[in-house]
């Protein structure tokens, strides 16, 4: 069943991005690209032949060096939520750009299935399920539409435009959206499996309790970004 969510979960994903991609080329008014050299960062989720891959690290400078100055077009999707310099990497994107070169970021600034886990950690017998399972600071309060858009400015980007839109994603049935809930996600080995079992009926109850369901279906809502600017020509 884990392979399953994995795979719907990139299905998802994938469209998100395509969409995305749509928006960049209707803001930027992308017709032949033909001739642009074209970068997509992210974690190589999806492979084909048409692309070239290289490994680089975007907070890294150093391992980006041969390509700076180079790129028509920076893409990058549901990657940059997991940076947590993200200025650093804005900077370094930047100077991966030719003057007059366009990049686009999508990428989650909040999402409520994480701040429900980190409601839970807070309750003693879910504290101990979850112990040092993940980041809890992932998504900081206040890190939206504005901050990214004045931190893109900050690093040089003109023309920026920064946008949030809300995603929700409805599991087919309670038992995908647990073990998407513990996707990567490892649970304490020191908890017996039956209290485990217990501990998960009772997360549906009180993720029902709290967001309700949508069409009879438990889901997962996030606030998504779609960040865009442009590298002056005089950059």
């Not at 370094?92 to 999508?106: C, D, M, Q, S, T």
């Not at 429900?116 to 206040?142: A, H, I, N, Q």
């Not at 809300?166 to 995908?176: A, G, I, L, S, V």
Request: glycine share 6%; proline share 3%; hydrophobic share 35%.
């Amino acid at each position: 069943m884990a392979q399953a969510y994995s795979f719907l979960h990139a299905v998802v994903r994938y469209v998100h991005s395509e969409e995305f991609v749509k928006r960049c080329a209707d803001e930027f008014h992308w017709k032949d690209l033909s001739e642009d050299v074209v970068m997509d960062i992210g974690c190589v989720h999806f492979r084909d032949r048409r692309i070239e891959f290289c490994v680089g690290d975007v907070l890294e400078r150093d391992s980006l060096k041969s390509y700076e100055g180079k790129m028509n077009k920076i893409i990058s999707t549901n990657a940059f939520h997991q940076i947590d310099d993200k200025e650093r990497a804005f900077r370094n994107v930047y100077r991966l750009l030719k003057p007059g070169g366009e990049a686009g970021f999508f990428f989650c600034v909040k999402s409520y299935t994480h701040k429900f886990l980190t409601d839970l950690s807070e309750m003693p017998k879910f504290r101990e399920m979850l112990e040092d399972t993940y980041t809890k600071d992932m998504y900081p309060l206040g890190h939206g539409k504005e901050y990214y858009k004045k931190m893109l400015e900050k690093v040089g980007f003109k023309d920026v435009r920064s946008v949030e839109v809300e995603k929700r994603f409805c599991f087919p049935t309670d038992k995908d959206f647990i073990d998407s809930l513990f996707y990567g996600l490892p649970v304490n080995p020191k908890l017996s499996p039956e209290v485990v079992q217990t501990l998960k009926k009772e997360l549906i109850e009180l993720h029902v309790k709290k967001f309700g369901r949508y069409a009879g279906k438990l889901f997962y809502l996030s606030e998504q970004l779609n960040l865009l600017g442009v590298k002056p020509m005089e950059g």
